[in-house]
């Protein structure tokens, strides 16, 4: 069972054993070359549903977040067990924490192989949890334990564009919360066509209807947490710039005058010019 402490889930024993199972096998697919399956647990006890992500879940949420990156890692072998140490860093913020985990040798009786990478995995999980902005982890959990409920795949595919569904559900739900952003993003000089480009670039779309659900999700999860601090509303302005700058840095130049025309083209009138290519139009976010 885990108590409540605000909004955040404290886990306790019980639960601490379900996440030990559920990252055990996790950290052995990986090493295998297995697909990973779990990014979230959910079981009932006494009485109550506990949830919250596996060490898979976790990575996740901090791919979502951009920034975070594991700066130390120290370890010790004692006769019994690996004890691992290691050092998460925040590179957008500064803010760094440490994360410290303890594996037995030993598994079920025998000898357990994958002792010191399971030691090393967890002590990196234990770090990075922390400077997750629960907003992205909470993104992460109800977007997983949907999956599940609804039967889909654990790994998230690239979705065709629908008009209704969970796509759609989750486009929408980027749209209300790019909504209630637009004028704390105006103040600090970020337009609506801003943020668009900002999506498309970091996308690589040209259009919403080419974003997928998981994409849509990723969205929502950044613009929450941004909607959430001003602090995360400063980063994902300085993100947005950064971004600008970075794409217009590498357009290439439009040459003023159109290439020589061949010979047997030179006749045409000024009338027969090429058209324009269509500009993309921005979405009312």
């Known amino acids: ?7 955040e889930m404290v886990p306790v024993a019980a639960e601490y054993e379900v996440v030990d199972q559920v990252d055990d096998q996790a950290i052995i697919e990986l090493m ?25 879940g976790i990575n996740e949420a901090a791919n979502r977040r951009g920034g975070i990156q ?8 004692r006769e019994n067990s690996w004890i691992a140490t290691a050092k998460a860093v925040d590179t957008i913020t500064g803010s760094s924490r440490y994360g410290a985990y303890e594996q037995l040798k030993m598994a079920g009786g025998r000898p357990d192989p994958f002792a010191f990478t399971k030691a ?3 002590a990196q999980r234990n770090a990075i949890k922390q400077l997750i902005p629960v907003p992205v982890i909470r993104e992460v959990l109800n977007f997983y334990l949907h999956r599940k409920s609804t039967g889909g795949n ?19 739900a980027a749209f209300a919360i790019a909504s209630n952003l637009a004028e704390p993003l105006e103040k600090k000089g970020i337009g609506k066509a801003d943020l668009w480009d900002y999506i498309k670039r970091k996308y690589s779309v040209e259009s919403r209807n080419d974003m997928s659900e998981m994409q849509w999700t990723q969205l ?3 613009l929450k947490a941004a909607e959430t601090s001003s602090q995360l509303l400063d980063e994902l302005c300085e993100r947005i710039k950064q971004l600008t700058a970075a794409f217009q840095e590498s357009e290439v130049p439009v040459p003023e005058e159109a290439p020589e025309q061949a010979p047997e083209q030179e006749t045409k009138s000024a009338g027969d010019t090429q058209p324009q290519t269509a500009q993309f139009q921005v979405p009312p976010f």
Do not use: C, W
């Open 154 to 172: 654990a790994i998230p595919q690239q979705s065709a564009p629908q008009g209704g569904g969970n796509i759609a559900n989750a486009q929408k």
């Open 32 to 56: 295998t070359g297995q697909t990973i399956q779990d990014y979230v647990y959910s079981f009932k006890q006494g009485g109550r549903t506990v949830e919250g992500l596996t060490l898979a």
């Open 1 to 7: 069972m885990a108590e409540e402490k605000k909004e």
């Open 120 to 122: 090393i995995h967890k």
């Open 70 to 77: 594991i700066e130390e890692i120290k370890y010790e072998e």
């Open 220 to 222: 929502s999860a950044e």
